[in-house]
C-alpha cells in the first residue's frame, strides 16, 4: 500500500476499534471503584499468611509466583535471543577502537570529574540495587526492582571510562553463568518443594517471627535474591551486548 | 501424581537453565548437548501422556503454592488439564523431540541457546495448554512468543530471517498487547484472574459492555497467532525464513495453540454470557472460511517449499478455526483429530524439506525439479505425508475431515473441501516435481520468488552424500503415526474425543471441578452431541480429495501439455501480491481495521 | 473524571499504533510498540486503584488499613521488566538488520528483500 493509502486505512480502523474499546471501557465501575475480590482478600492474608508486610513482593513470588517463573524466563529467552542475533558472524571482526561514526568530529576525551563522579556512584548503587533485592518482603521492592538498579552501576562503569573496564569487571560469560543460576535458582525453589512432596512453589522455609524482616516470609526472601541475580546478570548482558557492537568492524564483504 | 502438572512445564526450564549455566561442559560434547534436550522433551512426552491417561475421567485440577480455592474465589493459579489439553500439550512435545532430533549434530549450533530455547518453547507450550488462569496463559503465550521470534532470527547473516523476525515479533506483540488490554478489561470487572471464577462472573453478566469488548480483545492476540485473516501476513514470512526443526514447531502447533486458546477462553469464560451463539459462530466459520480461501490461493502461487508449506498452514488454520466455530462438540472433535493428524504430517513435510535443504542446499521448487530422484526414502515420505495432508484415508485427516463436514452447514464444507483440494494438490505438485521429476521442467519464475528462494542458503553443513538416520527417521514416524492416529479411529476414537469435547464445552462443569473440587461424570454441552464414527461418506471424501488433489498436482506440472491454458489475470495477481508486501507497517494497518470490523460485528451481534 | 484514566488508555494506544504505521525508521516502530504497551499498564493500574487506599504495604500502616490493588501492581511490576528485555531483542534485530540492508526504513527492507 501506498503511505496515503495506508494512513486512511489505519485512521479508519483506529476510530472503529478506539470507539468500540471507550465502549467497553465504559463497563468498568469507574476509577477507584475497584470491585475486589482479590485484592482486598490479598491485602487481608498476606500479611499473616507469609509474613511479608510488602504485600506487592508477596503477591509477586508467592501467591502468583508461578506468574513470576514464566516472566523470568522471558527475560531468560530475551538475553538468550540477543546473544544468538548478535553473535560474530564470518566477516567481523573485534577493532582496538570503537567505530566513530563521526570521524571528522574531535572526540572529547572523558573528563575526570565525569570519571569520579561515575566510580564514586558505582559501589553506592550496587550496595542499594543489593538493598532493594534483599528487602523484598518489606517494603517497595524486590528481586527485579534491584536487579536493574545493580545493572545500572555495572553501567555506570561504562560511562566512568572506557569499555574495556566494563567489560572486563562483567564479562559476558559470567554474566551468562550467574544468570542461568539465578532462573535455575528460582524454578529449583519450586522443584525442592515438589521433592518434599508440597505443591509447587510452596513456601516451605521457616516464616520467622516478625512480620517484614529481613529473615521473614520464607522462600519469598530466597526467591527474590534469585530474581535479582537473574535480572542484574540479564541487564548487564543485554548493555554488554549492544555496547560491544560498536567495537566492531565490519569485514570487505556484507 | 499430581505433580506431573508442576513437572511438565518446570523441568524443561530448568534444564535450560542448567545447560545454559554449564555452557563449558557442552563446548567440545555437542552429543552430550543434544542427548540431554532430546531426553528432556522425551520425558515431557511421557509425563504429559500419563497426565493425558489420567484425566479420561474427568478433569484433574493443581493449584500451584498450594492456594485452594475457597468459596468460589481462587487466590492462586492453577492448571486444570482435560484430555483435549493433555493431548494438544502432548502433541506439542512430540513435535518437540522429533524437531531435536533432526537438529542433532548437523544443525549448527550458537552455544547452548538453540537448545535452551526450543526447550523453553516447549515450557511455554506446556503451560499454556495447561493452565487455568487468564493471565496465566498470557505470560506462556508471551514466553512462546519471545523464544519464537529468537528462534526465527537465528541466522542473522542473511537478510530474511531479520525481516521475517522482525515482522513477526511486531504483530505478535501488539496482538499480545491487545489481550493483555482484554484481560485487565475483565480484571476490572470481575476482580479475578483465575478462568472458571471470571467465568462465573460473566454468566451473572450476560451481554454487558464489558463482557462482549474483553472477549473480542483477549481474542485479538490469540487471532494473531492462529494466522486468521487479516491478522496472519506475519506467517508466511517468518516460516520461510526460521530453521527447518523451528518450522516444524510453528506449523505443527504453535498455531493451533492460538486456536486452542479461542476455544479455551471461549467455551470457559465467556459461554455463558455471549448467549447469542448463532451470529457468533456465523462469524467465526466465515473468518475461517475466508482465511482458508486464502491460504490456499497463496499457497498454490509459490515456489518456495516452505512458503507454500506456510500458507497451506494459514489454510488449515482457517479449517480448524471454521470447525471450532461451529461451536458444537462434533465440530470440536473434527477439529481436535484434524490438528493432530495436520500437525503430524505437516512436521514431516518441514523435516523433509529440510532433509532437502541439507542434501541439496536449496528449497527453490523450480530449481529442484527432479533432482531429489537420490532421496529415494525422504521422496516416499514427503508424498505419502502430502497425501496425508489431502485427506487419503487412514492417515487421520480423512476422519477429522468427515466430522468437520458433518458439524458445518453445506456452503461451508464445499468451500473448506476445495480449500483442501488446492493445498494438497500444491504439496504433492511439488513432492512429484522434486522427487519424481514428474511433468515438464518448468522455465519461467516470477522474480521475486525466485529473489526470495535464493537466499535460503542452508542451515547445517550441506551437500552431503547420505541422509543421517536423525534426520529421516523422525519425518517417516511422523508420518506412521498419523496413520496409526487414522487407524485408531475405526477403533472408538471418535467417541472418546467427542466426550472429551462435550467436557470442553460445559461451563458449569468447568466452573464447578475447579472452584468447588466436584467430580462431574456426566458433562453436558449446550448442543447436543451427533456421534462421531466413521462412515462410508468420510472415507468416500477422503478418498475424493486426495484424488482431487492429485489431479490438480498432474495438471499443474503438466499444464504446457494441455489445450487450454488458463492465464492468471496480471492485474488481480499483483493485487493479490501487494498485500503480502513484507513492510510492517502495512500489517499493523490490517491489524488495526481486522480488529475495528470484528468489533463492530461482535457488538451487533450481541446487542 | 472516573473514566478519564480510561480515555488516556485509549489514546496512547491509538498513538502508539499510529506512529507504527506511518513510520519509516525501524527504531521508531520499536518504540512505539513501547508506547502501545505503556498503555496496558495504565489501563491496571487505573483498574485496580481504590479512592483513598494506601499503598498495599504494611511495615508502617495498620493492618487493616484500605489498600489499593496489590495484584495489579504485580503485573506491572514484572510486565515493565520483561518489557525492557523483550525491546532489546528487537532493537538487537533491528541493529543486524542495519549491517545487512544498509537501512532503517521497513519500506525498503521490504523491497530489497524482493
Keep these: 500500500m501506498t503511505p496515503p493509502v495506508r494512513r486512511w486505512v489505519f485512521l479508519v480502523g483506529a476510530a472503529g476499534l478506539a470507539a468500540f474499546y471507550l465502549f467497553g471501557l465504559s463497563g468498568l465501575p469507574g476509577f477507584g471503584h475497584y470491585p ?43 538475553v538468550a535471543g540477543m546473544a544468538v542475533v548478535l553473535r560474530h558472524l564470518r566477516g567481523e571482526h573485534e577493532g582496538r577502537q570503537p567505530l566513530d561514526e563521526a570521524s571528522d568530529r574531535d572526540l572529547p576525551p572523558t573528563s575526570d570529574a565525569a570519571r569520579m563522579v561515575a566510580l564514586l556512584f558505582t559501589g553506592p548503587i550496587v550496595l542499594i540495587g543489593w538493598w532493594l533485592v534483599s528487602h523484598a518482603q518489606a517494603s517497595p521492592s524486590g528481586g527485579f526492582q534491584g536487579g536493574v538498579v545493580i545493572a545500572t552501576g555495572f553501567v555506570l562503569l561504562y560511562l566512568s571510562g572506557e569499555f574495556r573496564v566494563f567489560h572486563r569487571l562483567g564479562p559476558a560469560d559470567v554474566a551468562a553463568a ?49 530474581v535479582g541475580l537473574e535480572v542484574a546478570a540479564a541487564f548487564i548482558l543485554v548493555v554488554g551486548e549492544l555496547l560491544k557492537q560498536t567495537l566492531l568492524v565490519r569485514g570487505k564483504k556484507r | 501424581m499430581d505433580q506431573l502438572f508442576a513437572l511438565a512445564v518446570t523441568v524443561p526450564l530448568a534444564v535450560a537453565a542448567a545447560i545454559s549455566a554449564l555452557r563449558p561442559l557442552f563446548d567440545q560434547r555437542r552429543w552430550l548437548l543434544d542427548l540431554a534436550a532430546i531426553v528432556t522433551a522425551a520425558s515431557v512426552v511421557v509425563m504429559l501422556a500419563m497426565i493425558m491417561a489420567r484425566v479420561t475421567g474427568g478433569d484433574q485440577v493443581y493449584w500451584f503454592a498450594g492456594f485452594r480455592p475457597a468459596r468460589g474465589i481462587a487466590i492462586g493459579i492453577d492448571f486444570e488439564a482435560g484430555s483435549l489439553s493433555a493431548g494438544l500439550a ?99 470487572g470481575s476482580g479475578a484472574l483465575n478462568m ?43 516460516h520461510a525464513v526460521a530453521p527447518t526443526p523451528v518450522c516444524v514447531l510453528f506449523s505443527g502447533v504453535m498455531v493451533e495453540l492460538g486456536l486452542y486458546g479461542i476455544a479455551r477462553v471461549y467455551w470457559s469464560m465467556f459461554s455463558g454470557a455471549l448467549g447469542h451463539q448463532y451470529g457468533l459462530s456465523r462469524l467465526l466459520l466465515v473468518l475461517g472460511v475466508v482465511t482458508a480461501v486464502v491460504g490456499a490461493a497463496y499457497s498454490f502461487r509459490e515456489r518456495h517449499l516452505k512458503r507454500l508449506l506456510a500458507f497451506s498452514t494459514i489454510s ?28 503430524l504430517v505437516k512436521a514431516a513435510l518441514f523435516l523433509c524439506t529440510g532433509i532437502v535443504l541439507h542434501r541439496l542446499g536449496t528449497v527453490d521448487e523450480v530449481r529442484l525439479h527432479g533432482r531429489g530422484r537420490r532421496l529415494r526414502v525422504t521422496g516416499l515420505v514427503y508424498v505419502v505425508a502430502g497425501l496425508g495432508l489431502a485427506d487419503l ?64 542458503t542452508g542451515e547445517t553443513d550441506t551437500g552431503r552424500q547420505i541422509t543421517p538416520l536423525t534426520m529421516i527417521i523422525p519425518a517417516a514416524a511422523l508420518t506412521c503415526a498419523a496413520i496409526a492416529v487414522g487407524c485408531l479411529g475405526f477403533t472408538g476414537l471418535g467417541p472418546a474425543v467427542e466426550a472429551a469435547a462435550v467436557r470442553f464445552q460445559d461451563q458449569g462443569t468447568y466452573i464447578a471441578t475447579v472452584l468447588h473440587s466436584a467430580r462431574i461424570s456426566h458433562p453436558v454441552a ?67 481495521l481486522g480488529m475495528a470490523c470484528l468489533g463492530g460485528l461482535i457488538a451487533l451481534i450481541v446487542r | 473524571m472516573q473514566i478519564f484514566p480510561f480515555i488516556v488508555v485509549v489514546w496512547i494506544v491509538g498513538i502508539g499504533l499510529y506512529g507504527m504505521v506511518t513510520s519509516r525508521h525501524l527504531v521508531h516502530q520499536i518504540i512505539c510498540l513501547i508506547v502501545v504497551q505503556s498503555s496496558t499498564y495504565v489501563l491496571l493500574l487505573g483498574v485496580g486503584y481504590v479512592t483513598g487506599g494506601a499503598a498495599p504495604y504494611f511495615f508502617d500502616i495498620p493492618l487493616h488499613t484500605r489498600a489499593v490493588d496489590p495484584v495489579v501492581q504485580a503485573l506491572a511490576l514484572t510486565d515493565v521488566v520483561v518489557e525492557a528485555a523483550v525491546t532489546a531483542l528487537l532493537l538487537s534485530f533491528a541493529i543486524q538488520a542495519h549491517k545487512r540492508f544498509g537501512t532503517l526504513d521497513p519500506q525498503e527492507l521490504a523491497s530489497l528483500r524482493g
Design chain 2, 526 to 592: 449446550p448442543f447436543p452431541a451427533s456421534p462421531a464414527d466413521v462412515t462410508a461418506v468420510s472415507v468416500a471424501t477422503g478418498l475424493a480429495v486426495a484424488a482431487g488433489s492429485a489431479t490438480i498436482a498432474l495438471l499443474t506440472l503438466y499444464r504446457r501439455r494441455l489445450p487450454l491454458r488458463i492465464r492468471p489475470w496480471p492485474r488481480a495477481v499483483a493485487i493479490l501480491e501487494g498485500f503480502q508486501s513484507g513492510v510492517i507497517n502495512d500489517y499493523v494497518a490490517w491489524l488495526v
Design chain 2, 196 to 238: 472458571a471464577q471470571i467465568g462465573a462472573w460473566t454468566t451473572r453478566h450476560p451481554g454487558s459492555r464489558l463482557v462482549v469488548v474483553a472477549f473480542l480483545l483477549i481474542l485479538a492476540g490469540l487471532l494473531v497467532k492462529a494466522a486468521i485473516v487479516p491478522f496472519h501476513f506475519w506467517l508466511a514470512d517468518a
Design chain 1, 178 to 226: 550467574v544468570e542461568a543460576v539465578g532462573a535455575g535458582g528460582f524454578v529449583g525453589t519450586g522443584l525442592a518443594a515438589v521433592a518434599m512432596n508440597l505443591p509447587y512453589l510452596k513456601n516451605f522455609l521457616p516464616l520467622g517471627t516478625v512480620p517484614g524482616a529481613v529473615s521473614s516470609s520464607g522462600t519469598i526472601a530466597l526467591i527474590s535474591f534469585f
Design chain 2, 316 to 343: 488449515h488454520s482457517g479449517i480448524f478455526l471454521a470447525a471450532i466455530g461451529v461451536l458444537n462438540p462434533l465440530g470440536l472433535t473434527g477439529a481436535a483429530v484434524y490438528v493432530a493428524g495436520h500437525a
Design chain 2, 393 to 456: 484415508p487412514p492417515v487421520a485427516t480423512f476422519l477429522a475431515e468427515g466430522w468437520t463436514d458433518a458439524a458445518m452447514p453445506g456452503w461451508a464444507v464445499v468451500i473448506l473441501l476445495g480449500c483442501a483440494v488446492l493445498t494438497g494438490g500444491t504439496v504433492l505438485r511439488a513432492g512429484l516435481g522434486v522427487f519424481y521429476g514428474v511433468g515438464d521442467p518448468p522455465t519461467r519464475q516470477a522474480p521475486r520468488q525466485a529473489q526470495e528462494t535464493a537466499e535460503e
Design chain 1, 36 to 78: 475486589g475480590p482479590y485484592g482486598f482478600i490479598l491485602n487481608r492474608v498476606a500479611v499473616p499468611q507469609t509474613n511479608a508486610t510488602g504485600v506487592v513482593s508477596a503477591v509477586n513470588f508467592e501467591y502468583r509466583g508461578f506468574d513470576t517463573v514464566g516472566e523470568e524466563f522471558i527475560l531468560f529467552a530475551a
Design chain 2, 90 to 188: 502432548t502433541l506439542g512435545a512430540v513435535l518437540v523431540t522429533a524437531a531435536m532430533t533432526f537438529s542433532w549434530r548437523y544443525f549448527e549450533r550458537v552455544a547452548t541457546y538453540y537448545h535452551a530455547l526450543m526447550l523453553i518453547f516447549l515450557a511455554g507450550m506446556t503451560g499454556f495448554c495447561l493452565t487455568g488462569d487468564i493471565f496465566d496463559l498470557f505470560v506462556w503465550f508471551e514466553l512462546m512468543g519471545v523464544a519464537a521470534y529468537a528462534l526465527t532470527a537465528y541466522r542473522p547473516e542473511e537478510r530474511g530471517p531479520l525481516q521475517g523476525a522482525l515482522n513477526f515479533a511486531i504483530t505478535n506483540s501488539i496482538g499480545a498487547y491487545l489481550s493483555l488490554s482484554g484481560i485487565a478489561l475483565v480484571y476490572g
